[in-house]
C-alpha cells in the first residue's frame, strides 16, 4: 500500500501518522521527492483501515497494490485447500465433484427418487434446498424442517453427502448432519451470518451475490476463515448484467481468476446461471475447461412440475448424458471425479 502525502505538510503530523501507520505492524518505507512525498506500507496490510486514514488533511491518496484479503489469499497459502467432506469426498486440487439434486425438496418421493437416480449416474453429492429464499413471499418456502428431515434421510438410504442453504445463524444447530451448508447468493453478505460461521468446523459453500465483484466475493470467504473455520468452497452462480435473456451471466473469467487469486476450490453452479436446462451443459464444459473444482446442477423427476427452478431443471435422464460427458472432460483435465 502507498500513502502519497500532501505538499509541505506539516512535519510533526506526518510523523505522528508514521506512528499510526507503524500501530498497524507493517514496515515502512519514507521517500521524500521535490514534488511528492509517499510512504509504502510493506507488510500485511490487511487491517489497514483506508477510509479513516484519508480523514487525515495531510494525506493526498492512497493506493492499495496488494489484496485486502489475507485468509483467502494465495499469496499466503500458495497450496490448494482441500475440502474434506466426510472419508470418501473431497474437493479441489485434483478432486472433482458433481452436486445434483433438485432445487426445492418437495416430498420424500421426489427426493429419494433424484438420489438414487443422480447417484446412480455419478453425483457425489445430494443439493436440495429445504429453506428456500423466493423473491416474492407467496411463492414456495421450501418445506423447511421437514425438507432438512428428509434430506437426512435421503443421505442414509443412498450415502450421498447432503448440501443444503442456510438462512440464518439461529439455525446452525439444526444444520449438524448437514455435510456442506450452502450460503445462497442472496446472503453472500450477511455478515452476522459469516461470522457465525466462521466460528464453525462445515464445509460451506459460499455462492457469489448476485452483483458482487470478485473481491467483495473473497472478502465474505474471508469473514469465515478469519473466524477460524478454514473449510470454504466458492461458487460461481452467475452475475447480473444488462442482459435479460439468460437469468445470470455465468461469469468464466471469475473462474481463473478465483482460482489465481485465492487457494479455495471453485465449483460452478451453470443451472442457476442459464436459467434454461439445455444451456447447462455447454457451461458446464466451459467451466471444466477453464479449472472448476466442481459443478452443482438442478435436477428435478418432473421439471414440469416443480415447485422451484423446473426451466433449469435437467431430467435425470439428462442429467445422465451429462454426466457422460462430464466424466471425459474432467478425466482429460487429469482429475477425479
Ligand atoms: C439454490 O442453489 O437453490 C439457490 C437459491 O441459488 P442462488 O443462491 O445461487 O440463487
Ligand atoms: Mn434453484
Given at each position: 500500500m502507498v500513502v502519497i502525502l500532501k505538499k509541505d505538510a506539516n512535519k510533526e503530523r506526518v510523523d505522528a501518522l508514521l506512528e499510526t501507520l507503524k500501530g498497524f505492524g507493517v514496515d515502512l518505507n519514507y521517500s521524500e521527492g521535490k514534488e511528492i512525498t509517499v510512504v509504502g506500507l510493506v507488510g500485511d496490510t490487511s487491517k489497514v483501515d483506508i477510509d479513516t486514514l484519508k480523514a487525515n488533511d495531510i494525506i493526498e491518496d492512497i493506493k492499495r497494490i496488494?489484496?485486502?484479503?489475507?485468509?483467502?489469499n494465495r499469496r499466503f497459502h500458495p497450496d490448494d485447500t482441500i475440502v474434506k467432506v466426510n472419508d470418501n469426498v473431497k474437493i479441489g486440487e485434483g478432486f472433482f465433484n458433481v452436486i445434483a439434486g433438485p432445487c426445492s425438496v418437495e416430498s420424500e418421493e421426489q427426493l429419494n427418487s433424484i438420489a438414487k437416480d443422480v447417484k446412480q449416474s455419478g453425483a457425489t453429492l445430494l443439493r436440495g434446498g429445504a429453506f428456500k429464499p423466493r423473491t416474492s413471499p407467496y411463492s414456495f418456502q421450501g418445506l423447511e424442517n421437514e425438507g432438512l428431515r428428509l434430506l437426512l434421510e435421503a443421505k442414509r438410504v443412498t450415502g450421498l453427502p447432503i448440501v443444503t442453504e442456510i438462512m440464518s445463524e439461529t439455525q446452525i444447530k439444526d444444520?449438524?448432519?448437514?455435510?456442506i451448508i450452502q450460503v445462497g447468493a442472496r446472503n453472500m453478505q450477511n455478515f452476522r451470518l459469516l461470522k457465525a460461521l466462521g466460528e464453525t468446523k462445515k464445509p460451506i459453500l459460499l455462492k457469489r451475490g448476485l452483483s458482487a465483484t470478485i473481491e467483495e466475493f473473497l472478502m465474505s470467504a474471508e469473514y469465515i476463515l478469519a473466524g477460524g473455520n478454514p473449510n470454504v468452497i466458492l461458487c460461481e452462480r452467475g452475475i447480473r448484467t444488462f442482459e435479460t435473456i439468460i437469468r445470470n451471466n455465468l461469469d468464466i473469467s471469475a473462474i481463473p481468476l478465483l482460482k489465481r487469486q485465492s487457494h479455495l476450490p471453485v465449483i460452478v453452479d451453470p443451472s442457476h446461471a442459464a436459467g434454461i436446462y439445455w444451456m447447462v451443459e455447454p457451461l458446464s464444459r466451459a467451466a471444466i475447461a477453464t479449472g472448476a473444482d466442481g459443478l452443482i446442477i438442478e435436477v428435478h423427476n418432473n421439471p414440469k412440475e416443480a415447485l422451484c427452478d423446473g426451466a433449469q431443471s435437467l431430467t435425470p435422464s439428462a442429467f445422465d448424458t451429462l454426466m457422460q460427458s462430464v466424466k471425459k472432460r474432467v478425466a482429460f483435465e487429469g482429475k477425479t471425479l
Open positions: 496488494s489484496e485486502p484479503y489475507k485468509a483467502a444444520f449438524d448432519d448437514v455435510d
